[in-house]
């Protein structure tokens, strides 16, 4: 298959994907299971195709929302999945028909599941977030966390078959706050067992716990950021997992032009030359999640040489200096992330630059950049938003008669 878009696109590689969960994967003990966390459109990867490449590793996939769940069943994924968050509101007949598991913490929404498990005759697989210090989500690990953990587990319908907490700080070179999160989790576990409540999937570890091997030893972890060869943080011990990047963005050069001293580029004229310059224009820009802070900062890669932006980023389009690249012309590739012969820009030297979070960086490429997945080397599919219908305004006009 050949790569049918020229203006920009970001490179999948599902073999770099599967080898990070491997890595990761060989670092749990014996009987510990993996849910494989694709929120936010698989932190903007692509959440089907990754989940259908680790269909052999993954034993649970984990969301945000009941959308993000309810596609991943309409692509045809049969494996568990969890929503990590509260979903008031939503269909519940349908998620539990689906057999999708909800995180509840709330009497209320406890009991709303519930209703709908009998009306449709089925049993609804609830998972328990508890708040051991993040102060997002869950029930309180204190007495009255455990009287309401009872309580849901007495409702009609439902069946509690997880216990889950969140580190929020195990990303850091002090673990002292991860461990004391584990240690709530731990004794509100023991206590709930006492009570006669045995979740079948207890979970704790992120990415930073599968690193620091914090709360591995329980029945499963929840692998994120990690899985895309994406670093928590600078301050996780990244010897322990050599990771791969999966995720590269390339664009290419639309218009080549020479500039002469004093002359300026892009928007306020923030750059001036200082003496002639061959200056290439690339088609990507802010519309697409180029971060517009990148403007005089970052570098993109072109024939394998580092090309400095020029001025501010545009909404579509951004200049660079390729006086030192005649291998330049318009068409030729430019990279944004990724590798080019010898050179190599990573997201985290990208959000270094600008202060952002690596997560928000790839998490903010746009719609308007398709996405290519490579395995062995070759395109095996692709994905964009070109074609988007909007059946009901449609609609809405034909009835109309516009």
Known sequence: MENPYRRTWAEIDLDALVQNVKKMRAMLPAGCRMAAVVKTDGYGHGAVPVALALEK???FYCVASAEEALN?????IEKPV???????????ERLIAEDIRLTVFTM???EAVSRAAQRIGAVARLHLALDTGMHRIGMRPDAEGLLLAQRIAALPGVQIEGLFTHFYRADEADLSPAREQLRRYREFRTELMRRGITPQLCHVANSAGIMEQLGTELDMVRAGITMYGIYPSKEVNRSRLPLCPVLSWRSSVSYVKEIEPGDEVSYGGTFRAERPLRIATVS???GDGYPRMLGGRADVLIAGKRAAILGRVCMDQLMVDVSDIPEAEPGSRVTLIGRDGEEQIQVEELSSLIERFPYELICDIGRRVPRVYLQDGQITGTKD????LYEDFEQSRRAKGV
């Open 82 to 92: 969890l929503v990590l968050s509260s979903v008031i509101g939503a269909d519940y």
């Open 57 to 59: 590793y993954a034993a």
């Open 108 to 110: 209320a929404e406890a």
């Open 284 to 286: 990507v820009g802010y």
């Open 385 to 388: 938003w070109f074609s988007d």
């Open 72 to 76: 991943l069943r309409l692509h045809g």
